[in-house]
C-alpha cells in the first residue's frame, strides 16, 4: 500500500529552489493563493516508488524570524502546516549564508533534508565540500543536487521518504553559552505550565524565539496560562542584546563546521566579482541597465516582425473566409468583432513574448538583481528603498504578479508608496497599443519610442514616490539589503517556461476578457438595427461623442475616446477597440491604413494617446490587487484619481506643445 506525505521547499532567495521545484514535480503542477493572502502558492506532486509526494515551494526566507509576509507565510506553513518533511534548498556556492537558516530549521525539530543545489557551480569554481561530514556534523542528510539539469533529484527523494520516518522533534540543539542557556532553562520551564503549547511547539525552539524578541511567538504566549511566568523572565533581559548573541554564535557554528566539511569554500576574487565591478559600478551601473533595456525594446520589435506578419496572413484569410458566411450580421460580428476585435490583440503576441523571453533571460542570469542594487541610491534619493525597485521590474510584465510583490517590503510606508506608483510601470498589455502607434507613427525608430515610453513610466513613478514621501505618506526609507545571487548561464527551457508562465495570461485574456470585450463593442457599434456599424449615429458612437470633448483638447476622437473607456477592463481592449470600431475585421492589416488615414491622427496626437494609455487608471485586476493589498478602497479610488489626472496632464501637455513647438491646431 503506498503512503502519502508533504514535503516544502524552503531556502533563502535566489538558490534555485523553483528549478528544483520544477524538477521534481514536472509538469504536476498547480498554483493558488494561500489562505487568506493573494501571494501564490504553487505546489506539485511526484510519486516516488510507493510513495505519492505533494511538494509545497515557500517563498523565499533568510530567517524564520519573519518580517516581509513572504516570509511570514513560508514560517508559518514550517510551523503550522506540519510538512512531514522540510527540504531546504542550499546554494552551495554560498554555504556561509544558507547554514544561518539550516541553524534554526534544526532548533524547529521538523525532519529536515538539505538539497546541496547549484552543486556543479561549486566545483567549477574549485569548492570541494564534503558531503558525509556536513550530514555527519549538521545530523541532517545532504543531497547534491543541480537543479537546472535533473541531478541528484533520485537522490533527494530517497532520503526525503527515509526522513518522513523519524520523529517529528528531533532538535539539534546549538549550545548559546553560560549566559545564555540558563535563561533558556528557565523560559523552557515556565512554558511547561502550558502542555498545550509545549505539545504544539517544541518548547526550546519557542524560548529561543522569545529571547530574539519574536513578535509572533510574543503573540502565542499572550493567551497561555504559562504568560505571567514568561514575562517575569523577559522583563529582566535586554531581548536585542540577547539576539544578537544568539546569531553571533550561529555565526561561530557555522564558521567551526564549513572549514570541516569545504576545503576551499572561501575562495580570491571571482569572475562574477570581477563583472560586479562593472554593471554595479556608481558610474556606470545606470548607463548599463539603460542600454541593455533599449536593446531589449530594439531587438522585441525587429524580432517580432516577420512573426506579426504571418499572423497578421493568418487573420486576413480567416476574415476572408468570414465575409461569406449568411447571414450578413453573423458575418460582421465574426469579422469585425471577433477577428477584428480579438485578432488586433493577438497579432502583438510576438512582441510580448518575446519581451518576457529578454526579460526571464536577465532575471535567470542574475542581472535584475544587479538593477535593483544599482537603482538603490537614486531609490534611497526619492524616498524609497532599493528593494521597491524589483516590484517596478516585474510591472514590465504585469502590475499584479509587481503588486503582489510588494510583501517582501517590511516597511508599511514603503510598501504603500511602492503599489501607488506601480502602475505607472507600462506592463505588458499596453505594449500593444505602443508597438501600433510607434511602428505607424514612428517608423524609424520605433523601438526607442518604445523605450522612452518605459523610461517616462519609471520616471513618472519616481517623481510621484517623492510627492507622496514629501506630503501624504513623510518619512525615511528602510535599508536596503540583499544577497546578490550568483551569476549563471540561463538555459533556454527555464527561460522558456517564465516566459510562458507571465506571457500566457495574454492568451488567456484574448480567449477570456478581450473576446467579450470586443463582442460588447462590436454590439454597439452595430446598434441601433439600421446604422452604419461604427458610425457616430451608434451607441458606440454616442458613447464616444458624449465624452469625446472631455479628450478634445487632447485631441482624441470618438473612436480614440471609447477604446480609452473600454480599457479599463484591460488594456489590451484599446486596440480590440479600435479594431472593432473602425470596422477593419475583414482585413486585418486594415486598422493601420484606418488610422494613418484619420484626419485627427498625426505623430503628436499619437504620441499623446500612447502617453495616455501608459499612465492613466489602471486595469480591473490591477485595481483588486490594489484594493486587496492595500486593505482600503480609499487608496484604491486613489490611485484611480491620481493616475488618470497625471495622464491627462501629461497627454495635454504634449498634444499643445507638439503643436506650438511643429505647428498646426488640435481640433
Known amino acids: 500500500m503506498s503512503k502519502k506525505i508533504t514535503i516544502a521547499l524552503a531556502g ?8 528544483l521545484f520544477t524538477a521534481i514535480t514536472g509538469k504536476r503542477q498547480h498554483t493558488g493563493n494561500w489562505p487568506g493572502v493573494t501571494v501564490e502558492k504553487k505546489s506539485g506532486s511526484v510519486r516516488h516508488h510507493d510513495t505519492d509526494i505533494e511538494v509545497v515551494d515557500l517563498p523565499g526566507t533568510y530567517s524564520l524570524t519573519a518580517y516581509s509576509q513572504d516570509e511570514v507565510i513560508a514560517r508559518d506553513f514550517i510551523i503550522d502546516g506540519k510538512p512531514d518533511v522540510v527540504v531546504q534548498v542550499v546554494d552551495a556556492t554560498s554555504l556561509e549564508r544558507n547554514l544561518y537558516l539550516t541553524t534554526q530549521l534544526s532548533e524547529l525539530g521538523v525532519p529536515l533534508v538539505i538539497a546541496l543545489n547549484m552543486a556543479d557551480m561549486a566545483e567549477q569554481r ?4 564534503d558531503l558525509q561530514k556536513m550530514s ?3 545530523e541532517i542528510p545532504v543531497v547534491r543536487t543541480v537543479g537546472s539539469k535533473g541531478e541528484g533529484i533520485g537522490g533527494l527523494l530517497d532520503a526525503v521518504v527515509r526522513e518522513s520516518g523519524t520523529s517529528p522533534h528531533h532538535e539539534h540543539s546549538i549550545g548559546y553559552g553560560d549566559r545564555v542557556e540558563p535563561v533558556i532553562a528557565d523560559l523552557i520551564e515556565a512554558l511547561r505550565q502550558d502542555p498545550a503549547l509545549t505539545s504544539r511547539y517544541p518548547p526550546r525552539w519557542l524560548a529561543v524565539r522569545l529571547l530574539e524578541g519574536d513578535e509572533d511567538a510574543e503573540k502565542k504566549i499572550k493567551v497561555s496560562r504559562a504568560r505571567d511566568a514568561i514575562y517575569s523572565i523577559l522583563s529582566g533581559i535586554d531581548a536585542g542584546e540577547y539576539e544578537a548573541l544568539m546569531a553571533d554564535r550561529r555565526y561561530e557554528v557555522i564558521a567551526a563546521v564549513l572549514p570541516q566539511v569545504c576545503t576551499t569554500c572561501v575562495g580570491e576574487m571571482t569572475a562574477s566579482d570581477l563583472i560586479d565591478r562593472v554593471v554595479t559600478s556608481r558610474y556606470l551601473g545606470i548607463p548599463i541597465f539603460l542600454v541593455l533595456m533599449w536593446g531589449a525594446f530594439e531587438l522585441t520589435f525587429t524580432v517580432a516582425s516577420p512573426f506579426m506578419a504571418m499572423i497578421e496572413a493568418v487573420q486576413e484569410y480567416l476574415a476572408g473566409v468570414a465575409a461569406g458566411i449568411q447571414p450578413g450580421w453573423l458575418a460582421t460580428l465574426i469579422g469585425d468583432g471577433l477577428i477584428g476585435g480579438v485578432g488586433s490583440v493577438l497579432i502583438f503576441l510576438p512582441n510580448i513574448f518575446i519581451l518576457l523571453f529578454l526579460l526571464a533571460i536577465l ?5 535584475l538583481a544587479r538593477a535593483a542594487f544599482v537603482m538603490d541610491r537614486l531609490m534611497y534619493s526619492i524616498g524609497l528603498p532599493g528593494r521597491s525597485f524589483i516590484p517596478m521590474i516585474v510591472g514590465f510584465g504585469c502590475n499584479v504578479p509587481a503588486i503582489m510583490a510588494t510583501r517582501t517590503i517590511e516597511d508599511t ?3 504603500l508608496i511602492t503599489i501607488l506608483i ?7 498589455a499596453r505594449l500593444p497599443v505602443f508597438v501600433l502607434f510607434a511602428g505607424l507613427f514612428f517608423p524609424e525608430n520605433p523601438g526607442t519610442v518604445i523605450f522612452g515610453l518605459y523610461v517616462l513610466g519609471i520616471v513618472v513613478a519616481i517623481a510621484s514616490a ?7 505618506l513623510p518619512g525615511k526609507p528602510a535599508p536596503f539589503l540583499m544577497e546578490m545571487p550568483p551569476y549563471r548561464l540561463p538555459t533556454a527551457m527555464t527561460s522558456v517556461r517564465h516566459m510562458w508562465d507571465r506571457g500566457s495570461m495574454y492568451i488567456r485574456k484574448a480567449g477570456g476578457i478581450i473576446l467579450i470585450g470586443a463582442l460588447v463593442i462590436w454590439a454597439l457599434a452595430a446598434s441601433p438595427a439600421g446604422v452604419e456599424y461604427g458610425s457616430a449615429a451608434s451607441y458606440a458612437g454616442m458613447i464616444g461623442q458624449a465624452v469625446q470633448p ?13 477604446s480609452l473607456i473600454f480599457g479599463f477592463v484591460a488594456k489590451e481592449i484599446v486596440i480590440a477597440s479600435l479594431g472593432t470600431l473602425y470596422g477593419v475585421g475583414e482585413d486585418a492589416g486594415a486598422l493601420e491604413g484606418a488610422l494613418l488615414a484619420d484626419p485627427a491622427l498625426g505623430s503628436i496626437t499619437a504620441l499623446a494617446f500612447m502617453v495616455f494609455v501608459l499612465l492613466y487608471l489602471p486595469c480591473i485586476a490591477t485595481m483588486a490587487v490594489i484594493r486587496k493589498e492595500t486593505g482600503s478602497w480609499k487608496w484604491t479610488a486613489f490611485s484611480i484619481v491620481f493616475g488618470t489626472a497625471v495622464a491627462y496632464l501629461a497627454a495635454f501637455i504634449i498634444a499643445r506643445g507638439g503643436a506650438l513647438l511643429f505647428g498646426g491646431v488640435i481640433p
Do not use: Q
Open 12 to 19: 533563502n532567495p535566489n538558490v534555485g529552489k523553483s528549478t
Open 126 to 129: 574549485g569548492d570541494v565540500i
Open 136 to 138: 555527519k556534523y549538521l
Open 363 to 367: 532575471e535567470d542570469s542574475g542581472y
Open 413 to 415: 510606508s514603503d510598501r
Open 422 to 428: 506601480n502602475p505607472f510601470i507600462s506592463c505588458g
Open 466 to 472: 517623492k510627492l507622496f514621501r514629501a506630503t501624504i
Open 550 to 562: 472631455l479628450f478634445a483638447p487632447l485631441g482624441f476622437n470618438w473612436e480614440m475616446t471609447v
